[in-house]
């Protein structure tokens, strides 16, 4: 290996020397005693022809001394010009004698033989690694460096293999952390483990300036993005990586690393790690925690590391806008951009007020309560401190239950009209995929997106997702794959408002009944309401005749609010075309209409003498 660099030659120069120093001792004091019977055999001689290939006179106390304190000026880079294994060194400010230790565990990787002689000296070939035993016989001092809670442990550059009971600490062999050997043997390959650099021009994102700064200063170690989703944290993340002048790196679940190997990854290779929402929460709480504890920056897309109390140092920068407009302590908040809505996200225009809602008593209070809760979720959850009661969730789950046209979305629309806040409704089709996996990945983009946005998340047809498993399995085949697992803990960790609107609401599985807090029903309403419906249905604006017979309507049709609505609608329509002012008849064949498009014939019952006058009339 004549190609090896200086740092190698001279590690290998003192290594082979302090083994040989350790070989001969073990065979002067007869404590390695091999037998025929033993499988693996490396005799006395073997060892020491191995290691004088490149120490021929035996060293001697002194020598050693030496040839250990010029391989550790090499190896940390205080001769011989800068290495990897220096930066390294520099970047986890270790000591001259951890980088031996590190060194010396990685010398199995440069060189199979020492394998052997790692053998020999464990007095077993089975155990061919460095162990801790046997490095703190061969760099004086290293018991404080090898204690499990040191640097090297707990920066995760090295590793112990098997993990070791704490009765046999000291037997332990040990190995350096994948992507510290691909960093230190072959530069830069170590990138793969994370991904491509995320390339691109990032987009200016406000407020990145000073936490760039921070990181320059030195005061701010790592950097938490919560974004809302991926389309809104990576451009800031880009703005990072640019504005610090170090490159972007990607972490996720599909790759081939470990979530652990990237952080080392990202540090090594002094880059900002990205890592998107869907990922993140894969990762263990506490894997995010040690990643925090590292000085990479590192960007998750939304409330990756919400409910975790970031360690000093870390900076957060939160890409969301305020819960709610009128709920305190949001002002100080950095928003620096505002939430993208997701393809599949419909945003329900708020045209309505409570005054509209033609809804039973009962069903009112339990909205008005429903709208109170949300007003004052942050003073009660955060302020007051109920989160912690809650088990840290401030999500508030309502359903609203009722046949179509019943007033569901518009009183959710109502709600949030009151509130100020967006009402987002989810496009079931354009969420569910029939690849394994992609619904679930389509939905956290939603969730995650609400979290960030402080919109009022709602779905309809609740119980093609939220259903009985058994019951919906053949009735809606493309939705039995998702995982409730991941639907259970994803509303239980939301972290807003969630509405199911439902037809059935028996068919809800009881797993996600249970975590509801509000029902709310909408029944079909009774003449009484359906009057007042049809007061609303035909705006003052409108040219009508004398002849109109509201009362008469409620009470012959028994149709939901929705249907007047359409009825009333196709009326004014009916008219319109005929240019004549709305009239009694053009309202009861738009009723017709209605009636067949629902797929009933119109009868005496309801039309009484008029039925002639709807005969005809198409759908
Ligand atoms: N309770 C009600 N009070 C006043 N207007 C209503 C009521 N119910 C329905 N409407 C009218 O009917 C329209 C449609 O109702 P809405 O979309 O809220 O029904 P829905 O229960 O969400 O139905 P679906 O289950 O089909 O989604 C409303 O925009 C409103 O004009
Ligand atoms: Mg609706």
């Known amino acids: 290996m004549g190609a090896d660099p200086a740092w190698l030659t001279g590690l290998r120069r003192w290594l082979d020397a ?47 001394g030496l040839l250990r304190e010029r391989a550790a000026d090499l190896a940390t880079g205080v001769t011989g010009g800068p290495s990897p294994l220096a930066e390294l060194a520099g970047a986890y400010r270790l000591s001259a004698a951890e980088t031996l230790v590190l060194a010396t565990v990685l010398a199995p ?20 690694l460095p162990t801790i035993d046997v490095l703190l016989r061969l760099v004086p001092g290293a018991e404080v460096l090898l204690d499990r809670t040191s640097a090297l442990f707990a920066s995760r550059l ?32 170590g990138r793969d483990l994370v991904g491509n650099g995320v390339g691109g021009t990032p987009a200016e994102v406000p407020g990145v300036a000073p936490v760039v700064e921070a990181v320059r200063a030195g005061v701010v170690r790592a950097v938490v993005v919560r974004g809302a989703t991926a389309g809104e944290s990576l451009p800031a993340a880009r703005c990072f990586a640019r504005a610090l002048g170090r490159e972007l ?49 590192v960007a998750v897309g939304a409330r990756a590391a919400s409910g975790t109390v970031l360690p000093d140092g ?26 993208r809505r997701p393809p599949s ?48 969730s401030g999500a508030l789950r309502a359903l609203l239950t009722g046949v179509s046209g019943t007033g569901k979305t518009m009183s959710a629309a109502v709600v949030a009209a009151e509130l100020g806040l967006p009402l987002w409704k989810v496009d079931l089709s354009a969420v569910v995929s029939k690849y394994i996996g992609e619904t679930e990945k389509n939905l956290e983009e939603v969730f995650a997106a609400v979290e960030g946005s402080r919109a009022i998340l709602m779905f309809d047809e609740a119980d093609a997702l939220f259903g009985k498993r058994s019951e919906i399995s053949d009735a809606h085949d493309r939705y039995a794959n998702i995982e409730v697992a991941y639907l259970l ?16 609401p028996g068919n809800l599985d009881t797993a996600f009944a249970r975590r509801i807090q509000f029902e709310i029903e909408f029944p079909m309403p009774d003449e009484t309401a359906r009057l007042r419906l049809w007061h609303r249905a035909l705006p003052p604006e409108a040219p009508r005749t004398a002849d109109i017979d509201v009362e008469r309507l409620a009470a012959a049709f028994a149709l939901s609010g929705g249907e007047i609505r359409t009825v009333a609608l196709g009326a004014a329509f009916l ?43 198409a759908s």
């Not at 390695?32 to 006179?57: G, I, K, Y």
């Not at 098997?162 to 072959?186: I, M, N």
């Not at 969301?320 to 939430?339: E, I, K």
Request: negative net charge.
């Open 18 to 64: 302090a083994l040989l120093h350790e070989a001969r001792r073990l065979a002067a004091g007869y404590r390695h005693t091999p037998d025929e019977l033993h499988r693996h055999f490396v005799s006395d001689a073997q060892v020491e022809a191995l290691l004088r290939e490149r120490n021929p006179d035996a060293p001697t106390e002194t020598a050693l």
């Open 109 to 128: 990787e440069t060189e199979t033989s020492y394998r052997r002689v790692f053998g020999y000296l464990n007095d077993d070939l089975a155990r061919p």
């Open 158 to 189: 090295l590793e112990t293999f098997p993990a070791p009971g704490a009765a046999h600490w000291r037997a332990a062999g040990l190995t350096v952390a994948e992507p510290v050997r691909a960093h230190l043997l072959s530069p830069h390959a």
């Open 249 to 297: 790196v990607s972490w996720h679940t599909a790759g081939s690393g470990s979530f652990s190997d990237a952080v080392t990854t990202a540090r090594l290779e002094h880059a900002v790690l990205y890592v998107d929402v869907v990922d993140a929460r894969a990762c263990d709480e506490s894997e995010l925690r040690w990643a925090l504890s590292q000085p990479v920056v």
């Open 314 to 339: 870390v900076a957060h920068v939160e890409l969301s806008v305020p819960w709610s407009p009128r709920s305190p302590g949001t002002a100080g908040r950095g928003v620096l951009s505002s939430v």
């Open 345 to 392: 996200v419909q945003l329900v225009e708020a045209t309505y007020a409570w005054d509209d809602l033609v809804l039973p008593e009962a069903s009112m209070r339990r909205l008005r309560e429903l709208s109170a809760a949300v007003e004052h979720r942050d003073r009660v959850l955060d302020d007051w401190a109920f989160r912690r009661l809650s088990g840290g």
């Open 489 to 504: 803990q994803r509303i239980e960790s939301f972290d807003g408002v969630l509405l199911l609107a439902t037809n059935l």
């Open 575 to 617: 008219a319109a075309y005929e240019d004549r002012p709305i009239a009694m008849d053009h309202l009861l064949r738009a009723v017709a209409r209605q009636r067949r498009r629902a797929g009933k014939l119109p009868t005496l019952k309801e039309f009484g003498d008029s039925l002639s006058l709807v005969h005809g009339e």
